[in-house]
């Protein structure tokens, strides 16, 4: 995986943190914030999620469908590209990248079944958007995850046992509500999944760690990160959410 990561447009377009925060004009005339902005983008993630529950389309797809939603914004704005159109746009897309493919009628029924009052948008609007979104990604859509890194790591450390796979992959699961698969080489997120892991469930992997020959303050600072963002989930509101989807002029 690593050498085909290396060789991917996706290691090419890897961004700083600081490039992936940047919120384009047209929102910032509405007021958006970099505050709001993640939180956007958050919010959407949540949804995707929850939606593909109801498609029931594996993880894979939904972590797909996430990270194209967290490019397009990267190049576009939220005024001109709706997020909750982009979410479900992405999901559709992301089920035929990764031949797990949906029929885009069942995303307009869920989609307006779980969130009566948000979603009023018809096939139409999902293919129209799909097009829109595939220009954004410059029609590169394939996408490298910390999954099968995580397999292959969880198994060389002699940590494959069923407690620590579900605790690890929940980790990389929540990953996708922040931006890291745009910053950091899916296997270093891995491996900061399996060191926030073992310090938790108190699995000493110090020696095998060294053996890997990889920088650790790199690896520990993507931990902190997922740390950080697991205290500060915590202050996540219904009305932060709502104020700053008032800016784009969207119910939440």
């Not at 958006?32 to 993640?38: L, P, Q, R, T």
Request: hydrophobic share 45%; charged share 25%.
């Amino acid at each position: 995986m690593a050498a085909n990561f290396w060789e991917s447009s996706q290691y090419k377009q890897l961004l700083d943190q600081e490039e992936v925060d940047v919120v384009q004009p047209l929102d910032k005339e509405r007021g958006i914030s970099v505050e709001d902005f993640k939180l956007i983008k958050f919010h959407m993630s949540n949804h995707i999620m929850k939606l593909a529950q109801h498609i029931k389309v594996r993880q894979r797809v939904v972590a797909t469908a996430i990270t194209y939603m967290r490019r397009v914004y990267t190049k576009k704005s939220m005024v001109e590209f709706e997020p909750r159109l982009v979410a479900i746009a992405c999901l559709y897309l992301a089920s035929k990248a990764e031949e797990s493919i949906v029929q885009a009628r069942n995303l307009v029924f869920y989609s307006k079944r779980l969130y009566p009052d948000e979603y009023k948008y018809e096939l139409k609007d999902i293919l129209g958007m799909e097009m829109r979104v595939l220009e954004a990604l410059d029609y590169y859509l394939v996408v490298f995850h910390p999954y099968r890194s995580l397999s292959d790591f969880l198994q060389d450390a002699a940590l494959n046992d069923v407690n620590m796979n579900q605790f690890t992959w929940g980790i990389v699961n929540d990953t996708y509500k922040m931006d890291l698969i745009l910053v950091h080489p899916p296997y270093r997120i891995a491996l900061a999944c399996i060191y926030i892991a073992s310090v938790q469930r108190e699995k000493d992997i110090t020696a095998w760690l060294q053996d890997l020959n990889e920088d650790m303050n790199l690896v520990k600072n993507i931990a902190m990160e997922i740390l950080d963002f697991y205290e500060n989930y915590r202050t996540i509101t219904d009305e932060k959410v709502s104020s700053a989807f008032s800016k784009l002029a969207l119910k939440p």
